[in-house]
T-cell receptor, first 112, second 110 residues
Framework: KAGVTQTPRYLIKTRGQQVTLSCSPI?????VSWYQQTPGQGLQFLFE???????NKGNFPGRFSGRQFSNSRSEMNVSTLELGDSALYLC???????????FGQGTRLTVV | DAKTTQPNSMESNEEEPVHLPCNHS???????IHWYRQLPSQGPEYVIH???SNVNNRMASLAIAEDRKSSTLILHRATLRDAAVYYC???????????FGKGTMLLVSP
């Protein structure tokens, strides 16, 4: 059974640009959550999607957005990038009735 | 969200047991206690979870205090591959969100 796949693994962008990250959950999982990890703030919840609907949202500015497709794959978008957006972005998938979240290896975003 | 308190770091020798404590005095009745760990350059990995009773699985054991205000993750024989940041998380199983604290960095020496 394939795990959670995040693409790309590494990304370098310039301030002011926008970026789109992708997450393919484990087959059959309908819940996808996104997290941002930085040395200063640790792991912080961004948002969760379930069956193409945003079910929960963390405390991040509107520049951070996401969506989920009918095949449960999810994308997150960050517009007008700032240096502080440099982080490891992790996605996690969760199956219905399961309590264990499966994380991908993350996308390392560097904003210069 | 309910909060957890963990030591910043702990050290252990290889093949010795490790007890990682977690305090969660504001835990509510619907909160499950979850433990995840994050190895260097990897995403977090589920370790174990419980509600009231002690739990065992192939990776670890979870001992939960009778009043549920604290818990201990037990690695029975630490290996070098267990060196990671361990997160104790309270999660209401009605929701999928995990609220991570700073965790405990476990250092394992040969």
């Amino acid at each position: 059974k394939a795990g959670v796949t995040q693409t790309p693994r590494y990304l370098i962008k310039t301030r002011g640009q926008q970026v789109t990250l992708s997450c393919s959950p484990i087959s059959g999982h309908r819940s996808v959550s996104w997290y941002q990890q930085t040395p200063g703030q640790g792991l912080q919840f961004l948002f969760e999607y379930f069956s193409e609907t945003q079910r929960n949202k963390g405390n991040f500015p509107g520049r951070f957005s996401g969506r989920q497709f009918s095949n449960s794959r999810s994308e997150m978008n960050v517009s007008t990038l700032e240096l502080g957006d440099s982080a490891l972005y992790l996605c996690a998938s969760l199956g219905q009735g399961h309590t264990e979240a499966f994380f991908g290896q993350g996308t390392r975003l560097t904003v210069v | 969200d309910a909060k957890t308190t963990q030591p910043n770091s702990m050290e252990s020798n290889e093949e010795e047991p490790v007890h990682l404590p977690c305090n969660h005095s504001t835990i509510s009745g619907t909160d499950y206690i979850h433990w995840y760990r994050q190895l260097p350059s990897q995403g977090p990995e589920y370790v174990i979870h419980g509600l009231t009773s002690n739990v065992n699985n192939r990776m670890a054991s979870l001992a939960i205090a009778e009043d549920r205000k604290s818990s201990t993750l037990i690695l029975h024989r630490a290996t070098l591959r267990d060196a990671a940041v361990y997160y104790c998380i309270l999660r209401d199983d009605r929701y999928s969100t995990l609220t991570f604290g700073k965790g405990t960095m476990l250092l394992v020496s040969p």
